[in-house]
């Protein structure tokens, strides 16, 4: 514990994370809260030195981890080895294709059991040919012209 003009600082090493806690003393209310910051070093970005380099590659390698240790010589070098990493790409497009794809050959599978379907029950339903569909003709009028060519040919 530490005394000064701004109060009083308490360091307790227990905490892994940063954020708010909650000290609880005995019966004592209430509950003491405070935050707990992280060490202001982890921000100080300096450049390894090749000894610490090489102590920790061999700390890797005694620990059987296959984490691959490669020393960037500069920003553009670290981030084209970022950018150029499978693990930092975006899947969502090729899924989203993916899913399209899906969707369109189960139209086109549906369509053509409904079709199969169909043609196995006679005279359930006609599709319209695309002669009918721009001549302005309908499936009906189709039928109903059919119905008296063959009775004609009967008579």
Request: charged share 30%; net charge positive.
């Amino acid at each position: 514990m530490q005394t000064g003009d701004e109060g009083a600082q308490v360091f307790f090493r227990a905490t892994e994370k940063p954020g708010l806690y909650r000290l609880r003393m005995g019966g004592q209310k209430p509950d003491v809260l405070f935050a707990a910051q992280r060490d202001p070093q982890e921000s100080v970005f300096e450049k390894v030195p090749e000894s610490e380099l090489k102590a920790m590659q061999v700390a890797l390698k005694s620990s059987r981890k296959d984490v691959p240790l490669r020393l960037a010589e500069n920003r553009q070098q670290l981030l084209a080895w970022i950018g150029n990493d499978p693990r930092g790409q975006e899947l969502w497009p090729a899924l989203a294709l993916m899913a399209l794809g899906l969707l369109v050959g189960e139209i086109l599978l549906s369509r053509r059991i409904a079709r199969r379907r169909e043609m196995d029950r006679p005279g359930v339903a006609e599709f319209a040919t695309v002669e009918d569909v721009f001549s302005g003709r309908t499936v009906a009028g189709r039928a109903n012209r059919q119905a008296r060519a063959v009775t004609r040919a009967d008579s």
